[in-house]
């Protein structure tokens, strides 16, 4: 069964920074499209940012411009660095993809999903 791991959020302040990571050991990384969701609390679980396996990539209008996903196929692993965190960018970060050219959108697509990652933004 593929489990991808994320890791690397956190508790930052308005303005601020992280980068997520993601990663999982028993899959060929390099055929799978990639993608970034969230859910924040009382929310649907949304895409926010995917990266296809030609690494051509795309991002939703709430964070386009201030995130960059990226993947790094030897390490077996896809980076979310977030920049000029607002705090409406408050979630619980999933990981998950599909082998193939696209990422699904809908969430429910997915049989399982990781633990996450917590990011909060707050003053």
């Known amino acids: 069964q593929v489990q991808f791991v994320e890791s690397g959020g956190g508790l930052v302040q308005p303005g601020e920074s992280l980068r997520l990571s993601c990663t999982e050991s028993?899959?060929?990384?390099?055929?799978?499209?990639m993608g970034w969701y969230r859910q924040a609390p009382g929310k649907q679980r949304d895409l926010v940012a995917h990266?296809?396996?030609?690494?051509?990539?795309g991002y939703s209008e709430s964070v386009k411009g201030r995130f960059i996903i990226s993947r790094d196929n030897a390490k077996r692993t896809i980076y979310l660095q977030m920049n000029a965190l607002k705090p409406e960018d408050t979630a619980v970060y999933y990981c998950?993809?599909?082998?193939?050219?696209?990422?699904?959108?809908?969430?429910?697509?997915?049989?399982?999903w990781g633990q996450g990652t917590q990011v909060t933004v707050s003053a």
């Open positions: 028993k899959i060929t990384f390099s055929m799978y499209s």
């Open positions: 998950n993809g599909e082998v193939g050219e696209k990422v699904p959108a809908r969430p429910d697509f997915y049989a399982s």
């Open positions: 990266i296809s396996m030609n690494g051509r990539t």
